[in-house]
């Protein structure tokens, strides 16, 4: 089946612009998760949605950056005025949610951002 | 502040040998662990998972061990393949928050 999707694979920007990154999760699955992994580190929280609910943004690190979650299915990061510090690989995850417990994610094959 | 701590970032291992990865955390109330496998270019994939009520998960080659009182888990690979060989993240699920808290990773070479 169909996995969760990622587009573009790779994007190179200059500093200063506006970037989009399009997340396509699994048909069902009701949890969404974006991912920031920067040279040599881990995988860093951004956001999370659940379903209709306010998303959790707390992992944002600045007002620069943004995600929508439209219909409960595809998500869009934003990322306006690109920085050097924000190159990175960012990675979208799903979930079924089906418990309180932790469920599966299921990565994309993320968006390499390159800022220049 | 990082909460969940992998301090090994690399590990090689020869093949049908043991591989050990370790993974440790500051928050107990933690409820459920995770480890993924990562591969160059590709998103990370699940491994094997542990509730915070047991002490180990099995699941053919791969078992996790975790010891609540010392806050630490470990991923025992027996025997290890040259397949093996990629990125292992550790995380650690939150069912307050319904937050993952993903370690940096621990790069694994199994040697054949």
């Known amino acids: 089946g169909a996995g969760v999707s990622q587009s573009p694979s790779n994007k190179v920007t200059e500093k200063g612009k506006d970037v989009e990154l399009r997340c396509d999760p699994i048909?069902?699955?009701?949890?969404l998760y974006w991912y920031r992994q920067s040279l040599g580190q881990g995988l860093e929280f951004l956001i999370y949605?659940?379903?209709?609910?306010?998303?959790?943004k707390s992992g944002l690190p600045s007002d620069r950056f943004s995600a929508e979650r439209t219909g409960g299915s595809v998500s869009t990061l934003t990322i306006q005025r690109t920085q050097q510090e924000d190159s990175a690989v960012y990675l979208c995850a799903s979930s079924p949610r089906t418990s309180g417990r932790g469920d599966t994610q299921y990565f994309g094959p993320g968006t390499r951002l390159t800022v220049l | 502040d990082q909460q969940v701590k992998q301090n090994s970032p690399s590990l090689s291992v020869q093949e049908g040998r043991i591989s050990i990865l370790n993974c440790d955390y500051t928050n107990s109330m933690f409820d459920y662990f995770l480890w993924y496998k990562k591969y160059p270019a590709e998103g990370p994939t699940f491994l094997i998972s542990?509730?915070?009520?047991?002490d180990k998960n099995e699941d053919g080659r791969f078992t996790v061990f975790l010891n609540k009182s010392a806050k630490h888990l470990s991923l025992h690979i027996v025997p290890s393949q040259p397949g093996d060989s990629a990125v292992y993240f550790c995380a650690a699920f939150h069912s307050g928050t319904y937050k993952y808290i993903f370690g940096t990773g621990t790069r694994l070479k199994v040697l054949a």
């Open positions: 048909s069902g699955h009701t949890a």
């Open positions: 542990i509730s915070s009520i047991k």
């Open positions: 949605f659940q379903g209709n609910s306010a998303p959790d």
